[in-house]
Structure formats: C-alpha cells, structure tokens
C-alpha cells in the first residue's frame, strides 16, 4: 500500500521508520477506528499469534485500526491481540532514547538474540497497555533487532536502542503470548496485579468473562 513506501526505504538492510513519521501515522489514525484493549487473564494475550499469511487489503485496515487504538490509549507500541486479534503484527510510534521518533508496522516479528558480549541491560520501569496502571522494573537489553515483513509481505528489519529496543522486544513477546508482567519475580508480578486493580484505565478495555 502507498502510505507503507516510506517504511520500506532501507539503511544497511534496516528501514528507515523516522521519516514522515506525523504524515504516515496520521493516514493510518485517520483511516482506522479505535478499538477496545484486551487485558490480562484475556486469552488472546496468553497463546502464540497466527502468522500473517495475507498481506491484502484486510491487513492494512486492521494496522490503520492498530494505529488508531495505540493513540487513544496514549500506547508507544500496540499488537494485534491487545485488540483481540490472532495475528502476529505489532506496529509502534515510539521514541528512542535520542529523541527520534519510530513509526511503522511488522509482520510476524522474529526478535535477534544479542551475543552476551554485546548485551548491555537497561533495568528501566515497563508498562503494557493490557496491564493499565501497573509499572515494575524488567531489566531488557538496550538494542534490539527484530526481523519480519510489512503490510506487503516485503522483508523488513527493524532495529532500535533504549526505549525503543524495549518497545520492539516487548511487542514481539506480545505476539508469542508473554506479558511483561511474565517475565518479573512472583513478587513483582502481584505487586503489578495489584497496581492494575487499584487503578482506572483511561481508555476502554474488554472486560474478562
């Protein structure tokens, strides 16, 4: 589709996702419609996606509605089971940690292992939009690299530091049915549980049956 050609323009095998990034999030927002957020204990958010098998003109309506649904609830990063669908796509409006905004969508994600030498951890607080109002520390690697497809099934990479690695990490764990909250100690864990029934979500959410 035309608005993804920027994102397929490509800088040592990664593409570039920081040009026209206001004009190409508002096509999306504006052609899409916001959509309710799947929380927790919903289980949708707890099994592998599908792949993307079709890269057709449903797709491109459920990323415009993607797109839509992450700026209502005010998300850097939103996948498609935070909406309810089965299907491994994430797309992100997210800065980096010098200030430059990311703009895109992919496709049945695989994340790059980083080599233990080349590790270094951020151990910054973390949020999800399914787990609204809860916060904890989760120590994740501060570069990442995800490799997938675009809305047209082309092969993309996509790289990012800081925040940005933590949104592409936390994202594609989405679409493999983990939680972030899945990855703290029992502790924290309840204690985000915890956060999350205290509080008010400021956007709509799917209530659990």
């Known amino acids: 589709m035309a608005q993804q050609q920027t994102d397929q323009q490509v800088n040592d095998g990664f593409v570039v996702d920081t040009e026209d990034c206001?004009?190409?999030?508002?096509?999306?927002?504006?052609?899409?419609?916001?959509?309710?957020?799947?929380?927790?204990?919903?289980?949708?958010?707890?099994?592998?996606?599908?792949?993307?098998?079709?890269?057709?003109?449903?797709?491109?309506?459920?990323?415009?509605?993607?797109f839509a649904s992450q700026k209502a609830a005010e998300g850097v990063g939103l996948a498609a089971n935070q909406i309810g669908v089965d299907l491994k796509v994430f797309v992100y409006d997210c800065l980096d940690d010098d200030g430059r905004r990311h703009v895109g969508a992919v496709c049945n994600p695989v994340l790059t292992e980083t080599p233990a030498d080349r590790r270094h951890l951020?151990?910054?607080?973390?949020?999800?939009?399914?787990?609204?109002?809860?916060?904890?520390?989760?120590?994740?690697?501060?570069?990442?690299?995800?490799?997938?497809?675009?809305?047209?099934?082309?092969?993309?990479?996509?790289?990012?530091?800081?925040?940005?690695?933590?949104?592409?990490?936390?994202?594609?764990?989405?679409?493999?049915g983990y939680l972030y909250i899945d990855r703290l100690s029992k502790r924290d864990r309840k204690d985000a549980l915890r956060q999350m029934e205290e509080g008010t979500p400021r956007y709509e959410t799917v209530p659990n049956v």
Do not use: W
């Open 22 to 66: 206001e004009e190409r999030e508002e096509a999306h927002r504006a052609r899409g419609t916001a959509r309710p957020i799947t929380v927790v204990g919903n289980p949708v958010l707890h099994r592998e996606c599908k792949n993307v098998t079709s890269f057709d003109a449903e797709l491109g309506r459920l990323i415009d509605d993607m």
């Open 122 to 176: 951020d151990e910054s607080n973390e949020g999800c939009l399914s787990v609204p109002t809860a916060y904890a520390e989760l120590a994740r690697p501060d570069y990442a690299e995800v490799t997938g497809q675009d809305a047209e099934g082309n092969q993309v990479k996509v790289r990012g530091t800081g925040y940005f690695a933590r949104c592409l990490q936390h994202e594609t764990d989405h679409l493999y």
